[in-house]
């Protein structure tokens, strides 16, 4: 018998988190501006909602100029402002900087391993301990949680979705790094 995901059952009413969980959660992302996104999305949800931040993603996305590494990196104090006065996106100090650091520590990896999704697959796998380490390591703003649910959502690590949830099927038949471990 297939039914989806307890979270996507308990929640019916909630069609935010229903697309996202159908065409998003635990699919592998190749574009590196893509993944960047993803954890500028996951470093701004510590402390709130996931739903919160996925009605706020099209905002992100514009504010933070399609999440291109390049222009992210080369933000400077005007950028800044403009971010922090936004309403459309979550105006924490913190996270914006984190986002403009971690995209200039990004263009650093790339010189180095081709990619933010070649750095990636060239630490895959570890456990997720290791991961938060390296995270920790490499990245502003991360702590266990951010670096879990990167790493699930972005299909490195199983568990975005039940193996009797129709989506599980379409998740794995895309090859996510879990599948080759």
């Not at 308990?10 to 065409?23: C, G, R, S």
């Not at 996270?95 to 895959?124: C, P, T």
């Not at 266990?144 to 490195?156: A, D, H, M, N, P």
């Amino acid at each position: 018998m297939t039914t989806y995901c307890q979270y996507v059952l308990e929640h019916p009413e909630d069609e935010f988190n229903k697309n996202y969980h159908d065409t998003e959660y635990g699919f592998p992302i190749d574009d590196d501006n893509q993944l960047f996104g993803r954890l500028i999305l996951e470093i701004n949800q510590a402390g709130l909602s996931w739903l919160t931040i996925l009605k706020k993603a099209d905002n992100f996305q514009r504010a933070y100029d399609g999440f291109e590494i390049e222009k992210i990196a080369d933000y400077r104090e005007p950028d800044r402002g403009r971010l922090l006065s936004d309403a459309g996106i979550i105006r924490n100090k913190l996270k914006v900087n984190a986002a403009i650091e971690n995209a200039r520590r990004i263009l650093e990896l790339k010189a180095k391993y081709g990619s933010f999704r070649g750095w990636l697959d060239a630490h895959y796998p570890q456990e997720l301990e290791d991961w938060v380490k390296l995270f920790r390591k490499n990245f502003k703003f991360v702590g266990g949680e951010i670096v879990r649910e990167f790493l699930t959502s972005t299909g490195y690590i199983k568990g975005a979705h039940e193996v009797n949830c129709p989506i599980f099927l379409e998740v794995k038949s895309q090859n996510p790094p879990w599948t080759r471990a």
